[in-house]
């Protein structure tokens, strides 16, 4: 399983709850997009982008190619990283990687575009350049 994950910097272990699942005993598809949700803040905190009174993450589009359903009980790593080669004045693409324990395969893997926003002016806002080297440098690791 680790080398379904290797490409992926920041990796978060979380259980399938019960509640995850809908009236088709699998994994609802809109759990998926909490589950990058949790992937991309924990992400975030690692590479220190967690102020969101200035500039700060906006998630713009976002997608999720399903391989399998999921089901409880199930635990599921989500791998989390950011395309180096992504960058541009306003932002960057993020990849997910969704591990099913139990099958120790890949359940989904995801897309977002993420923009930076200036929360003061209430617009878009350059990538700062600190936080473009800081990601690099991580990604890089």
Same mark, same amino acid.
């Given at each position: 399983?680790?080398?379904?994950?290797?490409?992926?910097p920041v990796?978060?272990?979380?259980?399938?709850?019960?509640?995850?699942? %809908?009236?088709?005993?699998?994994?609802?598809? $809109?759990?998926?997009?909490?589950?990058? /949700?949790? &992937?991309? *803040?924990?992400?975030?905190?690692?590479?220190?982008?967690?102020?969101?009174?200035?500039?700060?993450?906006?998630?713009?589009?976002?997608?999720?190619?399903?391989?399998?359903?999921?089901?409880?009980? %199930?635990?599921?790593?989500?791998?989390?990283? $950011?395309?180096?080669?992504?960058?541009? /004045?306003? &932002?960057? *693409?993020?990849?997910?990687?969704?591990?099913?324990?139990?099958?120790?395969?890949?359940?989904?893997?995801?897309?977002?575009?993420?923009?930076?926003?200036?929360?003061?002016?209430?617009?878009?806002?350059?990538?700062?350049?600190?936080?473009?080297?800081?990601?690099?440098?991580?990604?890089?690791?």
């Amino acid at each position: 399983m680790q080398d379904l994950l290797k490409d992926y910097p920041v990796v978060v272990e979380q259980a399938v709850a019960w509640g995850d699942m %809908d009236a088709a005993l699998h994994v609802n598809n $809109t759990v998926y997009f909490r589950y990058f /949700e949790t &992937g991309r *803040i924990n992400y975030f905190d690692e590479v220190g982008f967690t102020n969101f009174t200035e500039v700060g993450p906006i998630l713009a589009e976002t997608s999720c190619r399903y391989k399998f359903p999921l089901v409880y009980p %199930d635990t599921i790593s989500i791998g989390t990283r $950011t395309l180096p080669d992504s960058f541009y /004045e306003f &932002g960057f *693409i993020m990849e997910y990687v969704i591990v099913s324990h139990q099958h120790q395969q890949i359940a989904a893997k995801g897309t977002a575009r993420i923009v930076t926003f200036d929360y003061v002016k209430r617009q878009k806002a350059p990538v700062p350049e600190v936080l473009k080297n800081k990601i690099l440098e991580f990604e890089n690791k």
